[in-house]
């Protein structure tokens, strides 16, 4: 039995097109690797991606972990191209000339990331669900919100951004397949917190999630690279964007982004924003 899979016997295996595997290679759907322009997947990698997708995980989630888990001294499995595996990770770089700005694409597990978000928030976390669930639920000491439900992805600033340079996460929440809108639960008295994860620059982001209330299959929400690099420093840093619900006029979002030790004040302060923004929607 051959170790690794080609693009025909998975979409054989999946019952899916050829260029749909494909596309979901290249958006991280599927653990791979290039060989000369061609994409590979260890069958092993495979095997445990079906698994965990057939259970109901979310495939770029899956894919994240079993990246993430790759042996040592094997090539990522869904790296671009460019990158090379000896290469360092470069952070806070200045624009090259012409204005464009480097690729950020470390990614890190679900697991993980819950992880680095309750340990952030230290003994001010009573209990939580499982942290390879997602979304994480959190129940949390004063003067936090003390139910919380927390969508966390990982915010990477992919090869071919935009001039001024953005931080991105991916909205797909779990169940929501290609085609299918997405919303976040509400549910059972728990606030929500939309969030992202910047892992070169140890950064939380906050956007406001009650704005996002339906939104396409992995729908790209925006962060400015100032705003991650001001973070860093060890602020709390804010800004403003000009955003157009999809059931509603447009409206000023004020995003949050804050390394680990002030994710505590960028939670209280997020949910402040939040609510000055409902009651000016109010009157």
Partial sequence: MDDILTVRDIAARLKLAERTVNAMLSERELPGFKVRGQWRVRRADFESWLERVATGEDAQA???????????????????????DAAPRETHEAAPEGGRVKPLTERVSQQELH??????????????SPLERKPLEIDLASPLPGRVRVYLFNATRPPGGRPLGEHKVQLIVPGQGRGVRGTFDHSDGRIVLLAGYAAEEDVFILWDGGLYNDFAWSRNVQVKAETIIEASAGKLAVQERRLRPTD????????LA????????AIV???????????????
């Fill in 62 to 84: 899956a894919t994240a972990d079993i990246t993430t888990a790759a042996p040592a001294g094997d090539a990522p499995l869904s790296a671009p191209d460019h990158v090379s």
């Fill in 248 to 255: 509603g006029p447009a409206v000023t979002e004020t995003l």
């Fill in 258 to 265: 804050a390394p680990p030790s002030r994710l505590a004040d």
């Fill in 269 to 283: 302060r997020r949910i402040e924003l939040t609510r000055e923004r409902l009651a000016e929607g109010a009157r």
């Fill in 115 to 128: 992880r680095r978000f309750t340990d952030a928030l230290g003994r001010a976390v009573r209990s939580h």
